[in-house]
T-cell receptor, first 114, second 116 residues
């Protein structure tokens, strides 16, 4: 089935450490790709998106993501995490141009150790 | 108020109750969405409205009844729900439905629904 996979349900890193959250999709063509963050009690906030062009995209809050077509991946990275980054992170895709239906992964919960 | 607001933030209801969730967007958008976020499951799109007309219904049971009286407001009417309907219900809005590109969806904080 076509889907979005986030292999890590829960990740714990120390404050100041680097972070990489994984996302893989299984669609034939390259979809539009997104990362959202959800802090406790909050809605989803868009961190960054990839439509085309440069495969390394910069987002808000110091996050970046790299699209790798050969691996059908769109992993999220941050060089140094802060305690405020503790949240749930969702990878999502829109399958085709002109569509609006977001298909989400299961999410990765990030815990930050002081 | 700014962005997308949802009321109530928390709701507990019995299986025989009727209640409604409200969403309001202050962004001048003309498309609105309902999503369901259950524990251990990905976010699921439930309904999409564009210019107050329903354009997508993702096989949602009839005990969930959406209503979009104008482009700023979206309701989800609930009746005879089941405990498995307990979830976080998120509303979103966007400026149109994409056309040749994608229009970013802006999300509200959600309503945490518990069905007893």
């Amino acid at each position: 089935a076509q889907s979005v996979t986030q292999p890590d349900i829960h990740i714990t890193v120390s404050e100041g450490a680097s972070l990489e959250l994984r996302c893989n999709y299984s669609y034939g063509a390259t979809p539009y790709l997104f990362w959202y963050v959800q802090s406790p009690g909050q809605g989803l906030q868009l961190l960054l998106k990839y439509f085309s062009g440069d495969t390394l995209v910069q987002g808000i809050k110091g996050f970046e993501a790299e699209f790798k077509r050969s691996q059908s991946s769109f992993n999220l990275r941050k060089p140094s995490v802060h305690w405020s980054d503790a949240a749930e992170y969702f990878c999502a895709v829109v399958r085709q141009k002109g569509a609006q239906k977001l298909v989400f992964g299961q999410g990765t919960r990030l815990t930050i150790n002081p | 108020e700014t962005g997308v607001t949802q009321t109530p933030r928390h709701l507990v209801m019995g299986m025989t109750n009727k209640k409604s969730l409200k969403c309001e967007q202050h962004l001048g958008h003309n498309a609105m969405y309902w999503y369901k976020q259950s524990a251990k499951k990905p976010l699921e799109l439930m309904f999409v409205y564009s210019l107050e007309e329903r354009v997508e219904n993702n096989s949602v049971p009839s005990r969930f009844s959406p209503e979009c009286p104008n482009s700023s407001h979206l309701f989800l009417h609930l009746h005879t729900l089941q405990p498995e309907d307990s979830a976080l219900y998120l509303c979103a809005s966007s400026q149109g439905l994409g056309g040749l590109s994608y229009n970013e969806q802006f999300f509200g904080p959600g309503t945490r629904l518990t069905v007893l």
